[in-house]
């Protein structure tokens, strides 16, 4: 689903803002990571005031990944603008820096990112899955940012 200015982006309905992405949240703040669940903690582009939301933190030959399965997100837009920010797992609290993958990067990375979370965040993917051939996954790649976690020193 494209918005006005034709950027992909999926809002979240009730059930998953009002009560599946919280008990995720707080059990990734207790230390509980739900399939490798953190919580992202990004400045506000605009206020600079911490921004958090639950995300799925993908491990691909031994780097680390975000992948926005609902499009352009706020989540996206500030981490864009701050080049990194936090993740959270309990009381550990790690600055992170990323750096913004091209869409030519991303297949392998999205078809590994729907073997794991496909049951979660499948129906974002309009169809693809991680069974579905390169083109496919290339064609769906501009819709679903990706980031490389690199650890602050």
Partial sequence: MASEDGVHYQKPGWF???VFNPIVAAM???GVSVWGSRVLRVRGRSSGEWRTTPVNLLTYENQRYLVAPRGETQWVK???KAGGGELQLGRKTEPIKVVELS???KPALLRAYL???KAEVGVFFG???AKSPDEDLRRIAPDHP???IDTMA
């Fill in 16 to 18: 998953t803002k009002r």
């Fill in 103 to 105: 869409d030519d990067q």
């Fill in 28 to 30: 990734t703040r207790l």
């Fill in 115 to 117: 073997k794991r979370w």
């Fill in 146 to 148: 990706v980031f490389r």
């Fill in 127 to 129: 169809g693809v899955s």
């Fill in 78 to 80: 500030n981490i864009r």
